[in-house]
């Protein structure tokens, strides 16, 4: 069994800064690529940030030059530093994991989700 915690989200003001953090526990073997996703009210789930095991990101275009992924592999967690934060940003941030919990078995395991809410 394989479980996502979030936390780190929270009401802050346009233009002020949040980090979020997603720390994974339970039956690992290895932890392959790692990333947030978002939904706002009445829109699909959207791709944030990704990073790879090897360091590799990748970013929405909304969010290039604001948005900071990491990870701590020896800690099987997961960082998003948000920035320069936009109302738009408002939105519940999942995190996402591909997880291999034996020689035979790759899932994709999600977090509950946290709420990001920008306004003044």
């Known amino acids: 069994q394989v479980h996502l915690v979030e936390s780190g989200g929270g009401l802050v003001q346009p233009g002020g800064s949040l980090g979020l953090s997603c720390a994974a526990s339970?039956?690992?073997?290895?932890?392959?690529?790692m990333g947030w996703y978002r939904q706002a009210p009445g829109k699909q789930r959207e791709l944030v940030a990704t990073?790879?095991?090897?360091?590799?990101?990748n970013y929405a275009d909304s969010v290039k030059g604001r948005f900071t992924i990491s990870r701590d592999n020896a800690k099987n967690t997961v960082y998003l530093q948000m920035n320069s934060l936009k109302p738009e940003d408002t939105a519940v941030y999942y995190c996402?994991?591909?997880?291999?919990?034996?020689?035979?078995?790759?899932?994709?395991?999600w977090g509950q989700g946290t709420q990001v809410t920008v306004s003044s």
């Open positions: 996402n994991a591909a997880i291999r919990t034996d020689w035979t078995t790759q899932a994709d395991y």
């Open positions: 339970g039956s690992i073997f290895r932890i392959y690529t």
């Open positions: 990073i790879t095991s090897g360091g590799s990101t």
